[in-house]
Structures are given as C-alpha cells and as structure tokens.
C-alpha cells in the first residue's frame, strides 16, 4: 500500500507551487521550495542555478542509476484565464492553477516516488531526483546544465502528462535555415543567376524526399518548408535566396545524420540553428516499460518534444494529467491523477528496482 501521507504531501506541495510565479528563467522561488521540501526531510541536495536534485540514501557506485526528472517552471498565462492562475483553488475534484497539469502534477508525482524509495537498502537500481528549470523555452540552464553533475545515468523516466501511458519515443526537432547562392542582375537582360529558381529545385526536393528509414513507432522523418524570402526590387534578379526548413526527426535517425543526408542531396547551403533537440526512444522490451504493460499502460510515440531530447540514455516520458490541458487558460488537474501518479510510478518502478 502507498502511504495517503504520501499523496497528501504531494498534492500539498504543488498547492504551494502553484502559488508561486516560476516563468522559465524565473524559478527560483520555486527551486527555493522544493529545496527546503527535500531538507526538511533530511534528503541532502544539490543545487546549481534552478535546479535542484538529491540521491537515494544508500546510494551504490556500484549500481546504474534511475534519473527521476520533471521540471517547474511554467509558460505565462495566456489571455483567455478567467481564474488567478497562482489560486490553487479545487472545485469538482480538480486542482486549479497555472503550471498544475504541466508538468506540476508529474513533479509532485516523481517526488513523491523517490520519497518512498528512498530509505530503502538492497535496491537494484540508484535514484536521482532532478526537478529542473526552463524546459518550456528549451533552454541552456536546465537539465542540460547540470546532466555533466549528475553521474552515470542507465535510463530515465520525464514527467511530462501522458495521462500514465509510456511514450517510448519522441521525434527530435531541426530548424534549418538555408541558402541559395546566385548571381545578380538586371532582369530586362540575360545577366545573373536567379537564387531563387536554385531554391526552388531543393525546395522540391525537401517536399518529395523519402528517407530509407521508417521508425516503427512515428513513421516517416517529415520535412515542411515554412519560411522564404528573395529579392529587393522587381528589376534585379536576386542573388540569394533564403527558406527555412522544420524537420521533425524519427528515432530512426540522429539529428547528425538527417544534416548529413540533406547536405549531399541539395546544392544549397544548411545551417541547423541547433543538433541539441534530439530524437530519443527506449526499447519495448525495457523493464520500465514491461513494468508499465504488465499494469495496462500503452506505448506511443509523442510529437511533442520535451527535456527528453536532452537526454542520450534510453528515457520514457510518463505521467499524470493530459497534454491537451498544457497551456492551456484555466489550467488544471485532477486531485485523482495526482493519486494515481504517485501509486503509478511507485508500481512500475517496484519490480524494476526491488530485489
């Protein structure tokens, strides 16, 4: 049985959250609570920035590591809120506020799992507990500053809202600006090279081209030109044109080896803003994810992209509450869904870490 003081603390803490005004790149209020959550516990922690983690109390270097991670900082609330989103009011059975469904409820949640493992001796497996900052922007001072910190790390399981089901895959993400490279000149006369009939032949290309790989879980690598612009005036054949390409990357391929591929079959320039958004999987037959079958969970791959991507070790994004309430005005959990995260994780992760 789960302790109820367990899942009262949790939803207790996220109560607190709640209150608090964490936008990315502005947690540290809520770095502050959750830091002394953990101390007044007597979970030693670490801090760097925002971020805050902890290790299990019979922490073994001998032993892989579960990384526990959820972040919590928020998007700000858009216009459409009729509430205080940071009144963590609950009316019907649902916790109200900014922040609760995503990726509140999950933090808690994961929390409160480390928490109930983290006495515990003869384990399998390690825990590290890392609750991160700016995951809503993908930026720099997150997980992906402190994972170097962290240690070894064998798998890891997101808290992001999946409503408990196992995302076993999530696509990568590539912004490419390109460039067509050609010759002015005057358009009444044969002079230049026009950048933009050039564009167009790759233009053509990234719109029909099939990579030979096909993921299992997300189909096809997709590829969309969303951007172009060419040319100062009607008279002068343009010497360059630029378009920008979003590509949606499978667990079939490396950010890398999508650039790579797009480099050999178009003459112009590429330029990825970033490689960092990775694609990232964990294999079906994973104990994480058996854990999860075997208590009627199913397995996806998410669209979506999350710290995941950060990650280079096999990872599963699970967790309480649903993506389509993310952001969304009035934003909110269920009590219930706390609940059921917190006894969720603890009965997926018990086989998998218990002797």
Not at 323 to 348: C, L, N, T
Request: glycine content about 6%.
């Amino acid at each position: 049985m789960i302790p109820d003081k367990l899942v009262n603390e949790s939803i207790a803490l996220l109560k607190k959250l709640i209150t608090i005004q964490s936008f990315s790149k502005e947690e540290d209020k809520t770095a502050d609570l959750i830091e002394l959550f953990l101390k007044e516990r007597n979970i030693p922690t670490h801090r760097k920035l925002n971020n805050i983690w902890a290790y299990n109390q019979h922490f073994d270097e001998s032993k892989p590591t579960i990384l526990l991670n959820s972040h919590h900082d928020t998007v700000k609330p858009n216009s459409g809120y009729t509430r205080n989103p940071y009144d963590p009011a609950i009316e019907d059975g649902k916790l109200y506020g900014l922040g609760s469904n995503d990726a509140g409820g999950c933090l808690v949640s994961l929390i409160a799992a480390f928490l109930y493992f983290y006495e515990l001796k003869d384990l399998k497996y390690n825990f590290c507990l890392a609750t991160t900052a700016e995951e809503e922007i993908s930026g720099h001072n997150g997980l992906e500053l402190i994972l170097p910190d962290l240690g070894k790390l064998d798998f890891a399981i997101v808290g992001e809202p999946t409503e408990m089901h196992l995302a076993i895959a999530e696509k990568g993400l590539l912004v490419l600006d390109c460039i067509a490279h050609g010759k002015a000149g005057h358009a009444a006369r044969e002079e230049g090279d026009n950048a933009i009939y050039k564009a167009l032949k790759d233009i053509e290309w990234f719109r029909t081209y099939q990579f030979p790989k096909v993921s299992d879980v997300f189909g096809p690598v997709k590829m969309s030109v969303t951007i172009i612009n060419a040319g100062s005036q009607h008279n002068v054949v343009p010497a360059n044109c630029t378009f920008t390409v979003d590509v949606r990357v499978t667990d079939s391929y490396t950010n890398e080896e999508v650039v790579e591929i797009i480099r050999k079959h178009v003459s112009c320039e590429v330029n990825p803003r970033s490689v960092r958004l990775k694609p990232s999987s964990i294999d079906k037959e994973h104990a994480i994810v058996k854990s999860g079958v075997a208590l009627g969970k199913t397995t996806y791959g998410s669209p979506t992209t999350s710290d995941q991507a950060l990650l280079s070790i096999p990872s599963l994004k699970c967790g309480p509450g649903f993506s389509g309430r993310s952001h969304m005005a009035d934003e909110y959990i269920f009590v219930d869904e706390i609940k059921q995260g917190v006894e969720g994780y603890i009965a997926m992760l018990k086989p998998v870490v218990e002797q």
